[in-house]
């Protein structure tokens, strides 16, 4: 059958293992590595809030809910910075004349293709202690000492965004673009100036690509690890390094398990949000 | 209606600053990688010095290898795949599936949406626990279970528009007729129908943008 | 044609190209008068949804100017117009129910909100969509839709209402029910129409005054009446209705001889060339015709039989008989016979 090897491969290697990492999730800590077979345990999913005081009662931990309360928070940053951008950038492309849309659509996607590793990096050298922006801030004389923005959440914020932003405005364009042009035409007919028009028709109407946008961004920014282990330094942990640890020197790996598995439940349940609103509107 | 009237005030500027913001920092190291000095953000003069460096190193040597092997592997299996995969969903072949059909495209699509953190992750488990050695295969394998869904779409979409409409369904009505020959479908009175055009993508770029590595919903339709 | 100060909407001289090539309109001037339903009828690509767009401001001419009551309307975006338009694909707003799409105008003018509901109401009785307001566009049929752009369009009580080929999306029943209803309308509303059509017999059937429209120019403005009894083109005397369109040479003041060698008397003079137009139901077979030809053949169309005559020098004539007392045979295929035409029904045109 031809749907063969697609679905074995997308089988064997994502959601087998996928249903292997639930499994370990629900398993015991082996203290000296790896996990104890056999066991069941929720620790891992309750680890999350709280931990064993030294006389064994239950104590809040506020660390990790600190550490996903910071990934919330900055990937909503990053959402927010990137409408922000993104909006009037769309707005602007999408009323270009149809050969200029083509090639501007072409420049939004390339950098798509350079390497996220490579795009943060310039990051770092534009953000670092005398790195460019340092230098040219000292050269007109506007700054005196360090700016400090590196190794800090902003950085993080600066990464992902920057990351993100193709994925917040290729959804709006993309609405905006097929937008009927004659139901703008209509707004200005019936005496709606053109902030008015976009109040309320254009933006109405491009709801599902905004939304498109906001998800794209926020769900792969709460489980980012690049920007923030980068940019951010050790002192801005996101749940993505916080389960990419739990496998390194953490060796904690039902934990890490169970944190990328409720990630991935929120993904989904986002996602299947996202399709069920829309789905019986168009 | 034309040019000024489409125009908002402002939004050519944005557009400027984000392209700029876009690519300056891509530039800023490409230009730095012509540097002489080793002090990166300190600029000593023009050389190529360091590209040599780094196609010579052993290292870099090794590790293009690699991501040129793995790239190349799992672009063909992942497409063939992938258009066996279209191929199969598509036309009569998806129909005589029937409800198959939806839950095969569903899993097809499903590493776009699983982030990469908890699917890498879940793949370390997976070839620790299987016994498997990490290294090169796993990494192939890996990346062809993303390039599937990426390669699925584009193709599915194409296939779709070459796909004569089935006959069950009832042909759109035409808002607009230019012509006053009534043979090419009803007209929009009996029928409730919006006037404005399908929703299939004429555009070059197959209605699955935007394509590389994040959650995207297999559907087509999106506005 | 004099420009009359007092004229409504007036026209002057206006051109617009598009590209390098297209003279979308080319020197077009008319007048309107205060609450007539004028029509622009043309084959697409003549310029008449052009025209109507210049006057919406959606295309701005590259020379000339529109006045409306007198006011240059040139330079103001369409918002700021008095102008209001009934699209050809309605462009009722998806994302809002009936009455809010009638509303929209209204809320753009910041009227208070119980005076806003009252118009609403009283705009969905009008065009007899009452009680239907809070349905949304993609739950109503084509003609309903079409109904809702209506009322929308009207509720701002524009001087001036603009139709771009409202009904070519309808099937014919409800096509000929529209044309009664617009024409209720307009009577009732006392609101100036400007309607865009390819089709003639909607012109006809609707306006007060008809122009005739090709290649970016007006050919011809009148009465449907006197469009379609006195063309002034042969391009007019085709395009409206049917007519049998005959060469002939002038061999005496009112008098033509067709190719064949039959001679006609005519009401008017005309050129040494000249063509020409002859409505069907205007000719007789007669035995003391002027005019000999034989039977080529003879279509039935229920109300009427139209004979083809071919006439010697290879013209045909169609001749149009009302089938009054039924079906009646005036004469057999392959016959010989002669046809009579009143001078007065004769135009002679000068191409």
């Given at each position: 059958m031809l749907l063969a090897p697609s679905t074995v491969i997308v089988g064997a290697v994502l959601i087998a293992p996928l249903g292997m990492l639930l499994a370990i999730s629900l398993l015991q800590r082996n203290p000296n590595g790896g996990v104890i077979w056999g066991s069941f345990s929720l620790d891992a999913y309750t680890g999350f809030l709280f931990e064993r005081g030294f006389s064994g009662e239950r104590e809040l931990n506020w660390d990790y809910v600190s550490i996903f309360a910071r990934s919330v928070g900055l990937a909503g940053i990053a959402t927010i910075t990137s409408f922000v951008i993104a909006l009037p950038t769309a707005l602007w492309m999408a009323f270009q004349p149809p050969q200029r849309r083509l090639l501007l659509v072409f420049l939004v996607t390339l950098p798509f293709w350079t390497n996220l590793l490579v795009r943060n990096y310039a990051w770092i050298l534009l953000l670092r202690a005398d790195g460019l922006i340092e230098q040219l801030l000292h050269a007109l004389g506007l700054l005196d000492g360090r700016m400090g923005i590196i190794y800090t959440p902003t950085a993080t914020a600066i990464g992902l965004t920057y990351s993100f932003l193709p994925f917040m405005l290729l959804p709006i364009y993309l609405s905006l673009e097929k937008l009927d042009r004659r139901l703008i035409e209509a707004a200005f007919d019936l005496g709606a100036s053109r902030w008015r028009t976009l109040a309320r028709i254009i933006l109405p109407l491009c709801m599902p690509g905004i939304l498109g946008g906001v998800i794209l961004v926020f769900i792969p920014g709460l489980g980012a690890f690049i920007s923030p282990e980068l940019l951010g330094g050790g002192k801005t942990m996101m749940v993505g390094n916080l389960i990419q640890a739990q496998f390194g020197y953490g060796r904690n790996w039902p934990f890490g398990a169970a944190l990328a598995f409720v990630l991935l439940v929120l993904v989904l349940a986002a996602t299947y949000l996202h399709r069920i609103r829309f789905r019986p509107a168009s | 209606m034309k040019g000024d009237l489409l125009r908002f005030p402002g939004t050519g500027a944005a557009a400027l600053a984000a392209l700029l913001y876009l690519y300056l920092p891509i530039l800023i190291v490409v230009a730095l990688s012509f540097n002489t000095g080793p002090m990166i953000t300190i600029w000593t003069g023009f050389s190529l010095h360091w590209y040599g460096e780094a196609l010579s190193s052993e290292p870099v040597q090794r590790a293009l290898t690699n991501s040129i092997v793995i790239a190349f592997a799992a672009m063909i299996a992942g497409t063939l795949a992938a258009t066996m995969a279209a191929l199969a969903l598509s036309g009569t072949s998806r129909t005589s599936l029937g409800r198959l059909a939806g839950a095969a495209e569903l899993l097809i699509g499903l590493p776009l949406v699983v982030p990469e953190i908890a699917a890498a992750v879940a793949l370390l488990m997976g070839f620790v626990l299987v016994g498997l050695p990490l290294g090169v295969l796993g990494i192939m394998a890996a990346h062809t279970v993303v390039v599937i869904p990426f390669a699925y779409l584009p193709i599915r979409a194409r296939l779709h528009d070459m796909d004569p409409p089935p006959t069950s369904t009832p042909r759109p009505c035409r808002p607009s007729a230019a012509s006053p020959c009534p043979s090419s479908g009803p007209a929009c009175s009996a029928v409730p129908c919006s006037p404005s055009s399908s929703p299939s993508a004429t555009s070059p770029f197959p209605s699955s943008f935007p394509p590389p590595a994040r959650p995207r919903c297999p559907s087509t339709s999106s506005a | 044609?004099?420009?009359?100060?007092?004229?409504?909407?007036?026209?002057?001289?206006?051109?617009?190209?598009?590209?390098?090539?297209?003279?979308?309109?080319?020197?077009?001037?008319?007048?309107?008068?205060?609450?007539?339903?004028?029509?622009?009828?043309?084959?697409?690509?003549?310029?008449?949804?052009?025209?109507?767009?210049?006057?919406?401001?959606?295309?701005?001419?590259?020379?000339?100017?529109?006045?409306?009551?007198?006011?240059?309307?040139?330079?103001?975006?369409?918002?700021?117009?008095?102008?209001?338009?009934?699209?050809?694909?309605?462009?009722?707003?998806?994302?809002?129910?009936?009455?809010?799409?009638?509303?929209?105008?209204?809320?753009?003018?910041?009227?208070?909100?119980?005076?806003?509901?009252?118009?609403?109401?009283?705009?969905?009785?009008?065009?007899?969509?009452?009680?239907?307001?809070?349905?949304?566009?993609?739950?109503?049929?084509?003609?309903?839709?079409?109904?809702?752009?209506?009322?929308?369009?009207?509720?701002?009580?524009?001087?001036?209402?603009?139709?771009?080929?409202?009904?070519?999306?309808?099937?014919?029943?409800?096509?000929?029910?529209?044309?009664?209803?617009?024409?209720?309308?307009?009577?009732?509303?006392?609101?100036?129409?400007?309607?865009?059509?390819?089709?003639?017999?909607?012109?006809?059937?609707?306006?007060?005054?008809?122009?005739?429209?090709?290649?970016?120019?007006?050919?011809?403005?009148?009465?449907?009446?006197?469009?379609?009894?006195?063309?002034?083109?042969?391009?007019?005397?085709?395009?409206?209705?049917?007519?049998?369109?005959?060469?002939?040479?002038?061999?005496?003041?009112?008098?033509?001889?067709?190719?064949?060698?039959?001679?006609?008397?005519?009401?008017?003079?005309?050129?040494?060339?000249?063509?020409?137009?002859?409505?069907?139901?205007?000719?007789?077979?007669?035995?003391?015709?002027?005019?000999?030809?034989?039977?080529?053949?003879?279509?039935?169309?229920?109300?009427?039989?139209?004979?083809?005559?071919?006439?010697?020098?290879?013209a045909t004539l169609r001749v149009r008989e009302t089938n009054r007392a039924g079906l009646a045979i005036r004469a057999q295929l392959g016959a010989a016979i002669r046809v009579t035409i009143d001078p007065a029904a004769i135009r002679v045109l000068a191409e």
């Open positions: - | - | 044609m004099a420009l009359s100060e007092t004229a409504f909407l007036s026209c002057r001289d206006l051109r617009k190209t598009f590209g390098a090539t297209v003279r979308a309109l080319d020197g077009v001037s008319v007048d309107i008068a205060p609450g007539e339903f004028f029509t622009l009828l043309g084959p697409s690509g003549c310029g008449k949804t052009t025209l109507l767009r210049t006057i919406a401001g959606f295309e701005r001419q590259d020379s000339g100017t529109i006045l409306l009551g007198g006011q240059p309307l040139d330079g103001l975006p369409p918002y700021r117009r008095p102008v209001n338009t009934v699209f050809q694909s309605y462009a009722v707003f998806p994302h809002m129910t009936v009455a809010q799409n009638v509303a929209f105008g209204l809320e753009m003018q910041r009227l208070p909100r119980p005076e806003i509901h009252a118009r609403v109401e009283a705009m969905l009785a009008l065009v007899r969509l009452a009680g239907l307001g809070a349905r949304k566009p993609n739950q109503l049929s084509g003609g309903q839709q079409q109904r809702v752009a209506l009322a929308r369009a009207l509720a701002n009580t524009p001087k001036v209402l603009l139709l771009d080929e409202p009904l070519s999306a309808l099937d014919l029943k409800l096509r000929n029910e529209m044309r009664l209803e617009l024409k209720r309308l307009q009577a009732e509303t006392g609101i100036t129409f400007i309607f865009v059509t390819h089709d003639q017999h909607e012109a006809l059937t609707m306006s007060d005054r008809v122009a005739v429209m090709r290649d970016g120019r007006i050919l011809q403005i009148g009465t449907p009446a006197e469009i379609y009894e006195r063309p002034a083109f042969r391009f007019v005397a085709d395009f409206i209705g049917e007519a049998n369109l005959l060469d002939a040479t002038r061999i005496a003041p009112n008098r033509f001889r067709l190719a064949g060698g039959a001679e006609l008397d005519t009401a008017e003079d005309g050129p040494e060339t000249a063509t020409l137009a002859i409505r069907p139901e205007r000719a007789t077979i007669s035995p003391d015709g002027t005019i000999p030809g034989t039977v080529e053949q003879i279509v039935y169309d229920g109300a009427d039989t139209t004979y083809h005559v071919a006439l010697a020098g290879g």
